[in-house]
């Protein structure tokens, strides 16, 4: 059964996001359950893979929510991601005015640009949800967009409101649930974190990353699961282009799983490198005696 109200606590939350199968410290639980007690967008940052969007995708299924997702990228404009006019619609009613005879320049303005002919992008309509409950805004990889996006934002984030000049101001009923995630490959502006709470989310330690595979892999063998998180965290202290995250470590054992594997050896790791690190350079300069010294390693850990 979904809970239709937030969590009255934190210990609440937390149990809530582990029947959705998310493991979550005490310090990102806190700063979601502050989140959704004070109404403000909460801002996950931290590297790629380590369960940023998941937040907002278990808040939306736990909480019985729609997640409305907006997915940032270099040349996101308003257009995109806030509103934009219907042309085609409102060309096909000019000429319908045409035919009937009725074109008054000031009249056909007012009637083009209402309600009617307005397409909805995900911020508008995370805003315009007449729902009972208000829907999981999920502003994902903000960093990836242009600079000049995040003043778009401001008032939104300030206020849940946007102004389109040919209508007003648009204001939520009830305050969608904000999430907001950033990989940092650019630093995001003052003015946009002032609005937002914050929890940077780093790679887990062992026994929280093993109980995340033991919880989205239960049909590995725990002596399966030990070894591939040992190998895992052995893998992140070497110089790498890219760190694996805890997706990578899910992809892994999931792969794993499916090739009968019960247990880790160089012959398995070398044949299935390609689901853990996404870079030909990593991939190059752990073959060979790099993989087993990192597996005896993992093996004496885990």
């Known amino acids: 059964m979904k809970q239709a109200t937030p969590p009255s606590s934190i210990d609440d939350l937390q149990v809530l996001l582990e029947q959705e199968a998310y493991i979550a410290d005490r310090g990102l639980a806190t700063s979601v359950y502050l989140a959704l007690k004070l ?8 590297e790629a893979g380590v369960g940023k969007t998941e937040v907002a995708k278990v808040l939306a299924s736990g909480l019985d929510r729609e997640l409305i997702r907006l997915q940032c990228y270099e040349g996101l404009d308003i257009n995109h991601a806030v509103y934009e006019w219907n042309y085609a619609r409102q060309l096909l009613e000019i000429r319908l005015m045409e035919a009937s005879g009725s074109v008054d320049r000031h009249t056909a303005a007012r009637q083009l640009f209402t309600e009617e002919f307005l397409i909805q992008r995900p911020l508008l309509r995370a805003l315009s949800s007449t729902k009972e409950r208000s829907p999981v805004l999920l502003i994902d990889e903000l960093d990836r967009a242009d600079e000049e996006f995040e003043g778009f934002l401001l008032e939104l984030l300030s206020d849940f409101q946007v102004t389109i000049p040919e209508l007003g101001t648009i204001r939520a009923l009830s305050p969608p649930i904000v999430i907001i995630t950033s990989n940092r490959t650019r630093e995001l502006h003052d003015a946009l974190k002032r609005r937002c709470l914050y929890f940077w989310i780093d790679y887990p330690d062992f026994d929280k990353e093993l109980r995340i595979v033991m919880t989205k892999v239960p049909g590995a063998a725990p002596r399966l699961a030990r070894q591939v998180t040992a190998f895992v965290q052995e893998l992140r202290t070497a110089e790498l282009y890219k760190m694996a995250g805890v997706s990578e470590t899910l992809d892994w054992i999931a792969a794993l799983v499916a090739l009968d594997c019960a247990e880790l050896e160089p012959a398995a790791i070398d044949q ?7 870079n030909r350079e ?12 990192l597996l005896n390693r993992a093996l004496a850990r885990g």
């Not at 299935?272 to 996404?278: A, F, S």
């Not at 990593?282 to 010294?293: F, H, K, P, Q, T």
């Open 282 to 293: 990593d991939m190059e300069a752990l073959r060979g005696e790099r993989i087993s010294d």
């Open 272 to 278: 299935t490198l390609g689901m853990l690190l996404k």
């Open 39 to 46: 109404q403000r967008p909460l801002l996950l940052e931290g």
